[in-house]
């Protein structure tokens, strides 16, 4: 059973920069694709980045590419989101999923990953 924990959010100006931390547990990690999602309210969850099982590829959805770079930790088993010039529309919860097995940008779709943490809520405003 793989565990995700959150952390990083908060409120932030526009144009401003934040980092997201997923903490990850559990047996076999390196079997995992893990990535990080969002949902704004009344959106659906949208893929934002992920690497697939065993960080052979990384991939990024349309959602903040080129505004975000994501970088894992492997001794510490966390997964970071690095986000820049943030915008009111990039307000949502952010949430970091892994999924077992997942060798593809299937890691960007979340109906393919099978564990999720509980998010982070991210809110750009003035």
């Not at 908060?10 to 920069?17: A, C, I």
């Not at 992920?50 to 903040?64: D, I, K, P, V």
């Not at 077992?100 to 979340?110: A, E, K």
Request: aromatic share 12%; charged share 15%; hydrophobic share 35%.
């Amino acid at each position: 059973q793989v565990q995700l924990v959150e952390s990083g959010g908060g409120l932030v100006q526009p144009g401003g920069s934040l980092r997201l931390s997923c903490a990850a547990s559990g047996p076999n990690l390196e079997y995992y694709a893990i990535g990080w999602f969002r949902q704004a309210p009344g959106k659906e969850r949208e893929a934002i980045s992920c690497f697939s099982t065993q960080g052979t590829s990384t991939y990024y959805a349309n959602a903040l590419k080129g505004r975000v770079t994501i970088s894992r930790d492997r001794s510490k088993n966390t997964v970071m989101l690095q986000m820049n010039n943030l915008k009111p529309e990039d307000t949502a919860v952010y949430y970091c999923a892994a999924a077992y097995n997942v060798f593809s940008d299937y890691c960007l779709r979340p109906n393919y990953m099978g564990y999720w943490g509980k998010g982070t809520l991210v809110t750009v405003s003035s």
